[in-house]
């Protein structure tokens, strides 16, 4: 049972430099999230995708973009990465579409931008 | 706005007492309430989630909730703490009717188990 997978685990980045995260999940889930976590800060989203094809921002999209091409793969794309972007980066899904559903996480990159 | 916040940044228990973290949010409406756990290292688990019904929620690994919507609370318990307990953990709110409905988390707890 594999769930939810990252890549990679962990990175170091040069400012300037663009960073691809991976996600893919494997439960045929409809939505997708990512999520970056920082201390004191809890969880905030980034981007989301309800369905294959379509995504929309969350709290804090600056600086990242999504792409959601089929229902198993949700990309997270640093332009340009910038030291603010120093995080554990979190993609989760869900079943359904609604703030009630149960969130499935992945296990998370560690990203550092220097 | 919605919110949520968890007023303990880091609690120690011993092991075999007794737990309560707390959590207080702001929405305008009932809530969808999640307590989620994160191992170290891990990503976060659903402990327990509150829609509607009983206000005491039993979840996974021996723990429970309260909701209060008197004092806008959904406090997680648990009576006998194991080493094991010791991780972050993060009370959410399940939003409706805006933009998106999506989850919002708080700032979380840590847990630290002392034998």
């Known amino acids: 049972i594999a769930g939810i997978t990252q890549a990679p685990t962990s990175q170091i980045l040069a400012a300037g430099r663009r960073m691809t995260l991976r996600c893919t999940q494997d439960?045929?889930?409809?939505?997708m999230y990512w999520y970056r976590q920082d201390l004191g800060l809890g969880l905030r989203l980034i981007h989301y995708s309800n369905t294959a094809g379509t995504t929309g921002k969350g709290e804090v999209p600056d600086g990242y973009s999504v792409s959601r091409a089929n229902t198993d793969d949700f990309p997270l794309t640093l332009a340009s990465a910038v030291p603010s972007q120093t995080s554990v980066y979190f993609c989760?899904?869900?079943?359904?579409?609604?703030?009630?559903?149960?969130?499935?996480f992945g296990p998370g990159t560690r990203l550092t931008v220097l | 706005a919605q919110s949520v916040t968890q007023p303990d940044i880091h609690i120690t228990v011993s092991e075999g007492a007794s737990l309560e973290l707390r959590c207080n949010y702001s929405?305008?409406?009932?809530?969808?309430l999640f307590w989620y756990v994160q191992s170290p290292g891990q990503g976060l688990q659903l402990l327990l989630k509150?829609?509607?019904?009983?206000?005491l929620v039993q979840g996974i690994k021996g723990f429970e909730a309260e909701f209060k919507r008197s004092q806008s609370s959904f406090n997680l318990r648990k009576p006998s703490v194991h080493w094991s307990d010791a991780a972050e953990y993060f009370c959410a709110v399940g939003t409706m009717k805006t933009s998106y409905d999506k989850v919002i988390f708080g700032p979380g707890t840590s847990l630290s188990v002392i034998p």
């Open positions: 509150y829609f509607s019904g009983d206000t």
């Open positions: 439960m045929r889930h409809n939505a």
């Open positions: 989760a899904s869900s079943a359904g579409t609604s703030g009630g559903d149960e969130q499935f």
């Open positions: 929405y305008g409406a009932t809530p969808y």
